[in-house]
């Protein structure tokens, strides 16, 4: 059975940063394509980031900068570094694991950025 579960979500100030997690079983976690996303209350979920297998990286334009996503295959986790936090990056964030047909979600992790 495949399991996605994000952590590290919470309340931040704007400008703090913030680290999440996403650790996976179930899965050859290596030969997955990682990615991020989140959806805002209200909105449509978005992608963030993505990191493959090999390493690639790819960012929403806007997000480039400010966010770093990363993976430790000896841990079956991706990882995503938040920081400079705005209120509109208030959002449920999740992770994603893709491989051909193959696709997975975690079930979220809450990011509120409040004063």
């Known amino acids: 059975q495949v399991h996605l579960v994000e952590s590290g979500g919470g309340l931040v100030q704007p400008g703090g940063s913030l680290r999440l997690s996403c650790t996976t079983s179930?899965?050859?976690?290596?030969?997955?394509?990682m990615s991020w996303h989140r959806q805002a209350p209200g909105k449509r979920r978005e992608w963030v980031a993505l990191i493959t297998s090999g390493g690639h990286i790819n960012y929403e334009l806007s997000l480039k900068g400010r966010f770093t996503i990363s993976r430790d295959n000896a841990k079956n986790t991706v990882f995503l570094q938040m920081n400079s936090l705005e209120f509109e990056d208030t959002a449920v964030y999740y992770c994603k694991a893709d491989k051909n047909a193959e696709s997975y979600w975690g079930q979220g992790t809450q990011v509120t950025v409040a004063s």
């Open positions: 179930g899965i050859i976690f290596s030969d997955y394509v």
